[in-house]
């Protein structure tokens, strides 16, 4: 007992002189991916962490240490910062399109000719694109919508100012509510997942003190990934408060989304072949394999793997 109240003593004399440093991350606070960065920084994470609505942008303007996005931004951002770096992927998600039934649509092929609301340039966009592909539908053949905010997708297609939405959770799901039985839902989960990642960047990690609070962040990270694995409905009241989405709705959408706590074995495959298509719609040269995998820091990762492990 007396070792045990001196070791606890220690314990907390060494925290207190070796303070992990506070964070601030970048998130997109409408989406369901964001689980475990708010679940984390929810008292798993030792220091103090500010979680402020954003994304990779915030970052590159040295607001925050670090940010999460689909996989499409940072390969539409890293053209113009070069320093940024995935070092998790926080979240895997299922795309959907759902669509009105009463619009003559039961498949992806009776998209043609059909108004789509999309967030453009977006994860979804791309999911919309290869979709299409498959289905053997130019883009050219659907009517592209850019649509923002997207929450209001749902009252959009039940109004008929569109016919279809292809979109992330939770706002597939609630348009497939706002539909009732007019609605139709086109799903390949083959033809692509979003990779939600946690970025950093090399500024960040050239501050030895914030690269190790971001090593301990991943393995709060990790931790959280694991409870919302196996004990899901603990954290819906939290995701509620945080993310302004009803239980119900949290728990209709999970499904379609994934927390493994690591960095997805094909990223690097995904990476390579999205960035045909980012590249040419921001009208340049795709960048090769070798240079997409710069990107990619496991270091951090593989440092507090190690650490949960002791």
Same mark, same amino acid.
Do not use: C
């Given at each position: 007992?007396?070792?045990?109240?001196?070791?606890?003593?220690?314990?907390?004399?060494?925290?207190?002189?070796?303070?992990?440093?506070?964070?601030?991350?970048?998130?997109?606070?409408?989406?369901?991916?964001?689980?475990?960065?708010?679940?984390?920084?929810?008292?798993?994470?030792?220091?103090?962490?500010?979680?402020?609505?954003?994304?990779?942008?915030?970052?590159?303007?040295?607001?925050?240490?670090?940010?999460?996005?689909?996989?499409?931004?940072?390969?539409?951002?890293?053209?113009?910062?070069?320093?940024?770096?995935?070092?998790?992927?926080?979240?895997?998600?299922?795309?959907?399109?759902?669509?009105?039934?009463?619009?003559? $649509?039961?498949?992806? !092929?009776?998209?043609?000719? !059909?108004?789509?609301?999309?967030?453009?340039?977006?994860?979804?966009?791309?999911?919309?694109?290869?979709?299409?592909?498959?289905?053997?539908?130019?883009?050219?053949?659907?009517?592209?919508?850019?649509?923002?905010? $997207?929450?209001?997708?749902?009252?959009?297609?039940?109004?008929?100012?569109?016919?279809?939405?292809?979109?992330?959770?939770?706002?597939?799901?609630?348009?497939?509510?706002?539909?009732?039985?007019?609605?139709?839902?086109?799903?390949?989960?083959?033809?692509? &997942?979003?990779?939600?990642?946690?970025?950093?960047?090399? !500024?960040?990690?050239?501050?030895?003190?914030?690269?190790?609070?971001?090593?301990?962040?991943?393995?709060?990270?990790?931790?959280?990934?694991?409870?919302?694995?196996?004990?899901?409905?603990?954290?819906?009241?939290?995701?509620?408060?945080?993310?302004?989405?009803?239980?119900?709705?949290?728990?209709?959408?999970?499904?379609?989304?994934?927390?493994?706590?690591?960095?997805?074995?094909?990223?690097?495959?995904?990476?390579?072949?999205?960035?045909?298509?980012?590249?040419?719609?921001?009208? &340049?040269?795709?960048?090769? &394999?070798?240079?997409?995998?710069?990107? $990619?820091?496991?270091?951090?990762?593989?440092?507090? $793997?190690?650490?949960?492990?002791?």
């Amino acid at each position: 007992m007396i070792l045990a109240i001196l070791f606890f003593a220690w314990a907390s004399a060494f925290a207190q002189q070796n303070p992990v440093p506070a964070l601030r991350i970048a998130g997109n606070m409408t989406t369901i991916e964001l689980a475990p960065v708010l679940v984390a920084a929810n008292g798993l994470y030792s220091g103090r962490v500010t979680v402020i609505n954003g994304g990779i942008p915030n970052l590159m303007r040295g607001e925050v240490d670090a940010a999460t996005n689909a996989e499409t931004q940072l390969l539409r951002q890293s053209v113009d910062d070069p320093s940024l770096r995935v070092i998790l992927t926080e979240a895997e998600s299922f795309y959907r399109i759902v669509a009105r039934r009463s619009a003559g $649509i039961s498949s992806v !092929k009776d998209l043609r000719g !059909k108004k789509i609301a999309i967030a453009l340039y977006t994860s979804a966009h791309y999911y919309l694109v290869k979709s299409l592909a498959l289905a053997g539908v130019e883009e050219s053949a659907v009517m592209v919508v850019p649509f923002m905010p $997207i929450t209001g997708m749902s009252a959009a297609l039940k109004a008929h100012q569109v016919d279809a939405v292809a979109i992330w959770e939770p706002e597939s799901e609630n348009s497939a509510a706002a539909l009732g039985s007019d609605a139709i839902v086109l799903q390949n989960r083959t033809v692509y &997942r979003e990779l939600f990642n946690l970025q950093t960047s090399t !500024k960040v990690l050239s501050d030895p003190a914030k690269r190790r609070a971001l090593v301990e962040f991943l393995k709060s990270l990790i931790k959280a990934s694991a409870g919302l694995r196996d004990r899901p409905r603990e954290f819906w009241p939290l995701l509620s408060t945080k993310l302004q989405y009803t239980e119900a709705v949290i728990e209709r959408s999970w499904p379609q989304l994934r927390y493994s706590g690591s960095i997805a074995a094909d990223l690097l495959d995904v990476m390579t072949e999205e960035e045909q298509w980012v590249a040419k719609e921001t009208k &340049r040269a795709p960048r090769t &394999r070798g240079q997409l995998a710069t990107l $990619i820091d496991r270091s951090l990762l593989e440092e507090a $793997i190690r650490g949960v492990r002791k």
